[in-house]
Nanobody, 127 residues
Framework: VQLQAYGGGLVQAGGSLRLSCAVS????????IGWFRQAPGKEREFVVV????????SYGESAKGRFTISRDNAKDTVFLQMNSLKPEDTAVYFC?????????????????????WGQGTQVTVSS
């Protein structure tokens, strides 16, 4: 499985961006997909995860109420809609795939649960 994140860019505070994660591979639709982010000088932080079916999601505290994850398995793509962006959202955003993650059991919040990672896309929010 290979992942490619795209859609990052520069946006003003209060604005919106939609990130996409293209997932390729014969079993792409069987994986839970998570988003993490890493700001300069900080550790990678969990943002949100969606299960393989697209029906169960789990959000990190920083994303609740502002970000929405969804997936289109017909297109092998996961979307992260980010609204009301703040300067502290500035980071490189990574998508990752985990085959054994059970989202309803609080899975998907740790990096070591994911087998495959994309290269990341930069999001910069100006004040």
């Amino acid at each position: 499985v290979q992942l490619q994140a795209y859609g990052g860019g520069l946006v003003q505070a209060g604005g919106s961006l939609r990130l996409s994660c293209a997932v390729s591979g014969r079993t792409a639709g069987s994986y839970a997909i998570g988003w993490f982010r890493q700001a300069p000088g900080k550790e990678r932080e969990f943002v949100v995860v969606i299960d393989w079916s697209g029906t169960v999601t789990s959000y990190g505290e920083s994303a609740k109420g502002r970000f929405t994850i969804s997936r289109d398995n017909a297109k092998d793509t996961v979307f992260l809609q980010m609204n009301s962006l703040k300067p502290e959202d500035t980071a490189v955003y990574f998508c990752a795939a985990g085959f054994y993650i059970v989202v309803p059991e609080n899975g998907g919040k740790r990096e070591d649960e994911y087998e495959h990672w994309g290269q990341g896309t930069q999001v910069t929010v100006s004040s």
